[in-house]
């Protein structure tokens, strides 16, 4: 048995190979990507190949792909004020985000606190239709919606919400963060208007994200504004070796085809039905939506988070208790809340996510870690009903 199994890649992902050779042949080259001689044109050359990768992984087009730090920094552009079709156009002044979102997104963006709206999620954690509808009604406004969601993998129907956006003239803005190599992709057919990826949630570098924009698509007032790299959306000397990377990893993503898919999913369905046979009162969140095949969230009455994470880590375990960005507050997770768990089994909510080089023997050290933890975790605990 391997030494450790590494089972939180929505928290980051093991970096791919092809992307580590991609960091290195950039950070062998000198030059700024904005200088016309020839050691500038060659940086210049690594940051459009990745943007043709980035593309090519969500069928958009290059020109329309703008590289940032991270997919923090892509959803804080996305959701500037000020996105209009055309030079001029008048732009939504009102943003709603569903109330499942990353903390990133539910921050606001340049959107004051009075502007700002949530939509609410059913209890299998799915964006609620009609209430999206109401909160439009009839008027333009900027959506925020994920593709699927980091803590439980719940998958979002991404495309009825933009027709729901566009019929109302507002546009929609999509997190897509944690989709690539778990379903496919494809902007044009989401009909998204803004799309955000990140690196290192995907085998790429931590450091660079990017934000994805329909055709045409145009932001007055940029977040960041200096030396007009990334077409005037994102100024600064761009990070040229994770944007590589980063490129590197949609690109291995894309060749994969769906082989990763079926991996994950196959290594999913042997943890769930082991963990379900080890402890049937144990509860999988949003077991019968439509998930991403690596992402298992679940708890048991009577389990303590913080607890259980250090126990499997312990073990030899890596998992995690909500969302990576929440863990080390105690704070029952705003995914679980907004699904109408209960509060005391949100606590005790542990999100286990797999990878293209997860192996049966980590699955088996998870379960064999769960039949002993369990066991002493939940001893002498009163049991609430499921
Ligand atoms: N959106 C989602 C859905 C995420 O899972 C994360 C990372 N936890 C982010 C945005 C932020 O990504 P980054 O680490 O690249 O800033």
């Not at 890649?9 to 042949?25: D, F, H, I, K, T």
């Amino acid at each position: 048995m391997t030494e450790r199994a590494y089972l939180d890649w929505n928290a980051s992902a093991l970096l791919r190979p092809q992307a580590r050779a991609a960091v290195l042949e950039a950070l062998d080259c000198v030059g700024n990507p904005s200088s016309v001689h020839a050691e500038g044109r060659k940086v210049r050359q690594l940051i459009e190949r990745a943007r043709g990768q980035i593309a090519a992984l969500v069928a958009a087009d290059a020109a329309n792909v703008t590289f940032t730090c991270g997919a923090t920094e892509a959803n804080a552009l996305a959701l500037s004020p000020g996105w209009a079709r055309k030079p001029g156009q008048t732009a939504p002044d009102r943003l709603l985000v569903s109330a499942v979102e990353h903390p990133s997104v539910l921050a606001g963006g340049g959107f004051g606190r009075d502007r700002v709206a949530t939509i609410p999620v059913d209890r299998q954690g799915v964006v609620d239709l009609d209430a999206l509808r109401t909160l439009l009604a009839g008027q333009p406004a900027l959506v925020s919606v994920m593709l699927a969601n980091n803590e439980t993998g719940i998958i979002q129907p991404v495309s009825e919400v933009a027709q729901i956006v566009h019929e109302a003239g507002g546009q929609l803005h999509v997190d897509a963060v944690q989709a690539p190599g778990r379903i496919a992709i494809d902007f044009n057919a989401l009909d998204a208007d803004l799309l955000t990826l990140s690196s290192h949630k995907i085998g790429g570098p931590k450091g660079a994200g990017a934000l994805v924009r329909k055709d045409g698509l145009h932001l007055a007032n940029p977040l960041i504004r200096g030396g007009g790299q990334e077409r005037g959306l994102r100024a600064g000397t761009e990070d040229v070796a994770a944007i590589a990377g980063f490129g590197a990893a949609a690109a291995a993503i894309l060749d994969a085809k769906s082989t990763e898919t079926d991996h994950v999913g196959r290594l999913r369905e042997r943890l769930e039905s082991g963990l379900l046979a080890a402890t049937p009162n144990a509860i999988i969140f949003g077991a019968s939506a439509g998930r991403l095949p690596n992402t298992t969230s679940f708890t048991h009455p009577g389990l303590r988070a913080e607890t259980a994470v250090i126990g499997f880590d312990l073990a030899g375990v890596a998992v995690s208790s909500g969302s990576a960005c929440s863990s080390g507050k105690v704070q029952p997770s705003h995914v679980l809340g907004a699904m109408g768990v209960d509060p005391l089994l949100a606590r005790g909510a542990i999100r286990v996510s797999i990878g293209y080089s997860t192996k049966d023997e980590d699955i088996e050290r998870f379960l064999s870690a769960w039949t002993k933890l369990s066991e002493s975790l939940l001893k002498g605990r009163t049991v609430i009903a499921a």
